[in-house]
């Protein structure tokens, strides 16, 4: 598959600390450009959180993006998405089992080792950070660098996302270091965090990608 070069994460968590809602964000980000959008929610997948996804679902397919999932293979058959699996999620072959051959399926990985046996599995992309440091998670894995990414980039011929820690003024070392696509949560919640200036910072990450 070719990824877009921006993969914005809607995470539940950023999102709600800025007063901003699922289906609001993700609006705002696909009229400013984005064409996949990840929904990462860690807490308890309620009958809210849902309906939330399912506005998003509708929204992707009226823009003609991606939508995929973080770890919960089942609602990422619900919606009809494509599915992000990390290392200590449902194994890829069995993933793939449950949302079928169509679904775009992506792989977290860590490190070089990761990285390598990705490439036999039954994914579409493999991601691989934290590239810098980040807040995003609590327990972060060891920061990967730029260095071992370029390194890196030549273990697999899958689309590779970089993740972690990426903002507007790394991004362009990123791109130049191997990634495909660069993952990105807390660099495109600008503050304020309005409809416009949500929809304004993806159209300036845009630019950036395609330069």
């Known amino acids: 598959m070719t990824l877009p070069r921006v993969y914005p994460i809607l995470d539940t968590d950023a999102l709600g600390r800025r007063g901003l809602t699922l289906a609001a964000a993700a609006e705002a980000f696909l009229q400013g450009g984005a064409r996949i959008l ?16 399912i506005q998003v679902a509708e929204l992707c397919r009226r823009f003609g993006a991606t939508l995929i999932v973080n770890d919960r293979a089942d609602f990422a058959r619900l919606l009809s998405a494509g599915l992000h699996l990390g290392q200590d999620d449902l194994a890829p072959t069995d993933a793939r089992g449950l949302v079928g051959a169509g679904a775009v399926v992506g792989f977290s990985s860590h490190n070089a080792a990761q990285l390598a046996a990705a490439a036999v599995e039954p994914v579409d992309y493999v991601a691989l950070g934290p590239i810098f440091s980040t807040s995003s998670k609590q327990n972060p894995d060891p920061v990967v660098g730029l260095d071992e990414l370029r390194r890196c980039r030549a273990l697999t011929a899958k689309p590779l996302v970089a993740i972690g820690g990426i903002t507007a003024g790394n991004a362009p070392a990123v ?19 309005t409809f416009g200036s949500l929809r304004q910072r993806m159209e300036e990450w845009q630019a950036i990608a395609n330069r």
């Open 38 to 53: 990840q929904i990462r929610h860690k807490g308890h997948w309620s009958r809210a959180v849902h309906q939330d996804a």
């Open 175 to 193: 791109f130049e270091a191997g990634a495909d696509s660069v993952a990105v949560i807390a660099d495109l919640l600008p503050d304020p965090a």
